[in-house]
């Protein structure tokens, strides 16, 4: 774009740039801010003319450097003095003197000004989050990487900010209202960040990092942070969660620094009676260990470290027990760290998917054991197998069990599924749908933990089951406390009108077994009779209920 109100000077700036670039030629800065405010993009260059009438050069300069859509665009003033005016001061980035005599001259200015925009905007898009104008994660850890030999002297944290269940904002309000919050925290915390002699960058959609100096206290930011998105969001399960790690070590690099804070905010999640959360040694040793079982895991399956245990379930109804069916419990027996707890390594991989791994590993031993056993002993022990969360959103689950059943030659009776209670409330319909085509292939569905979830009683009449089981921790207490002793009679009430069976788990003495039996409970499985035993220790409950049927 030309702004200039000679007209000789117009011709002759057409004529030298017109074989190189498209020109527009205006004669006043009104215009010209008209059509740069309706295609700003349009244009790669402004040649001003300086010596407009009422200091317009002067104003233009002055609009630019506010108007964000035209800082992009470099200026090239066009003068006839020896003095810029202060034009340098407000922005010019060139200027070509009058007479206008030397065409190539008028060329290589436009040229080399235009390329060194496309330049530096090339590393401003490189370099900045274009929605929260924070540093993007690459440039973030190289200013970090910099600038650490020169900021030993300080203490310093590293901070991981997350706003949990972002996405909803997006469903809820759509993206436009997302990435205005977004914006939003990226304003603050750059007007924050010099209080805190900070850096920050946009480490993820809705992820932020932030190295400052040492602060005991982060509760100011958190709810500064939480009151912003309060405002935009009205939906409560979405919060600001703060990961830090105090004092970071200098001789670590700095994405280590980062994913220990993130480590720590990670284990907040979901837990909103804390929203900041501090990393610690501690911590790191319970990281390093997850890391490790992570990693071993593969290597678990492949060399079977995992074990597949066995624990008999016995129907109690009648003179004498008999041995009714067994649930699977994987078990981890680490070449190196020994026996691992359960407890340790589920949650752990139900919160990053590996479980669906470990589960269908399981899925397949189990069948592969009641397979030998028919054909060991011709006896057939229905097991039963845990479905994870997870694993309900695979779109292959029943044709995983059908292909299982064909493969060892094995009919849904003889193979049953457990999901947990609280797994129905997080897609009921869809798990629904999912179950009954299951039942429909002769599978038999048992909802395990009952008492401990979320389903309304209403509900229970929809669900897709077959079995109902009553949590252990009511079992276990029954005898010690009225209302878990109440509590075990109602969902036997409830497993006669649904007309389905009862199995108790967590079953140690014979007074609770007396108990059960009493209220009406169909099925018991806990240490009273065996805990959990591998394949070739469960042979000796299968010997010896066949020796009963022989009597």
Request: glycine fraction near 6%.
């Amino acid at each position: 774009m030309v702004i200039e109100d000679d007209p000789n000077c117009q011709e002759i700036l057409q004529n030298v740039l017109e074989e190189s670039y498209n020109i527009t030629v205006v004669g006043n800065t009104q215009e010209a801010l008209l059509l740069l405010m309706d295609a700003p993009t349009t244009y790669s260059l402004i040649l001003l003319e300086l010596e407009l009438p009422d200091d317009a050069c002067i104003e233009f300069l002055k609009q630019r450097s506010a108007q964000s859509f035209l800082q992009n665009i470099p200026v090239i003033v066009i003068t006839g003095e020896g003095d810029d005016n202060g034009c340098y001061k407000l922005g010019a980035d060139e200027f070509i003197r009058k007479p206008l005599n030397s065409p190539d001259v008028i060329l290589a200015r436009c040229e080399h000004t235009m390329a060194l925009y496309e330049s530096k905007n090339l590393v401003q898009q490189t370099e900045k989050d274009k929605l929260t104008g924070l540093y993007t994660i690459d440039y973030f850890f190289e200013y970090l990487k910099q600038i650490m030999p020169l900021d030993m002297g300080s203490d310093r944290d590293a901070i991981v900010i997350d706003i949990e269940h972002f996405r909803l904002i997006n469903e809820i309000y759509g993206r436009g209202v997302g990435d205005q919050i977004l914006s939003q925290i990226g304003n603050y915390l750059q007007q924050t960040l010099a209080t805190l002699n900070a850096i920050a960058c946009r480490a993820g959609a809705d992820v932020f990092y932030v190295y400052c100096i040492h602060q005991e206290n982060y509760g100011d930011l958190q709810e500064a942070l939480q009151s912003m998105l309060a405002k935009v969001a009205k939906v409560n399960n979405i919060r600001i969660r703060i990961g830090v790690w105090q004092y970071v070590e200098r001789n670590l690099d700095p994405e280590s620094w980062f994913d220990r804070a993130k480590n720590a905010c990670d284990r907040i999640g979901g837990n909103f009676t804390n929203s900041i959360a501090f990393y610690n040694s501690g911590l790191h040793s319970k990281h390093l260990r997850e890391e490790r079982l992570i990693r071993d895991i593969y290597d678990a399956i492949e060399h079977k470290d995992l074990k597949v245990y066995y624990q008999p379930k016995y129907a109690i109804q009648g003179d004498k027990p008999h041995l009714r069916s067994a649930e699977a419990l994987i078990r981890w027996i680490h070449p190196s760290l020994g026996f691992i707890n359960p407890g340790d390594f589920i949650p752990l991989f139900e919160s990053n998917g590996l479980i669906q791994m470990v589960d269908n590993y399981v899925w397949n031993e189990a069948a592969a054991q009641i397979r030998r056993w028919k054909d060991e002993f011709d006896f057939t022990v229905p097991v039963s197998v845990n479905v994870s969360r997870i694993d309900i959103y695979d779109p292959e689950l029943e044709n995983k069990f059908c292909n299982i059943l064909e493969q060892n030659k094995l009919t849904p009776n003889e193979y049953m599924i457990e999901i947990t209670e609280s797994a129905y409330s997080d897609n009921a319909q869809g798990l629904i749908d999912v179950l009954n085509s299951m039942r429909s292939k002769g599978f038999h569905i048992e909802m395990d933990d009952f008492g401990t979830g979320y389903s309304s009683l209403g509900m229970l009449t929809e669900l897709p089951i077959d079995i109902l089981k009553i949590d252990m921790s009511f079992v276990r207490n029954m005898e010690k406390h009225e209302k878990n002793k109440r509590m075990v009679e109602l969902i036997i009430d409830i497993a006669k009108f649904l007309k389905v069976p009862c199995v108790a788990e967590g079953v140690e003495t014979e007074s609770q077994l007396q108990t059960l039996k009493r209220m009406g409970c169909d099925v018991i499985q806990g240490y009273y009779f065996s805990k959990p035993v591998p394949p070739e220790e469960f042979v000796k409950f299968i010997e010896k209920e066949k020796s009963l049927w022989t009597k």
